[in-house]
């Protein structure tokens, strides 16, 4: 049993978090193309954190939104190789997208990489489909687009 809610990044076991997902995105891209917001970020009020807790309250998954006006960006969506397949991720971004809508963002986007297709296809089951660069993001090799309209 998952539980999935809002909470603050800043906490130990998600900061060990997020430094997992850091090292596993550096074993696939070079630093300069990985697109993470730090903790910090993470705290702004206009990101939305949320996290997945299994039966023992352990924290086995993570993702946020930045609401902007025009759109909601999915970050930070981590979800431990243990756990995988066990539907977190997908709970995840249902909450998410139910903060995108509650902040009237018409679509939502994200940018992940080509070494990551198992990502790629959970955004795809997800609703989501390719597009170009949004936001300050240039086209790049290593950057994979997609959005979903919520409208």
Known sequence: MLQIT????NQPEIIALIADLDAYQLTLYPPEAVYALDVPSLLQPHVKFAVARDAENTIVGCAAVVLYPE???VKRMYVKPA???LGAAKK???LL???AREAACPVMTLETGPSQPEAIALYQRQGFERCGPFGDYRDDPLSVFMQKRLG
């Open 71 to 73: 759109y909601g960006e």
């Open 97 to 99: 997208e139910q903060a």
């Open 92 to 94: 995840l971004m249902a």
């Open 6 to 9: 809002f909470e603050s990044p």
């Open 83 to 85: 756990v995988r397949g």
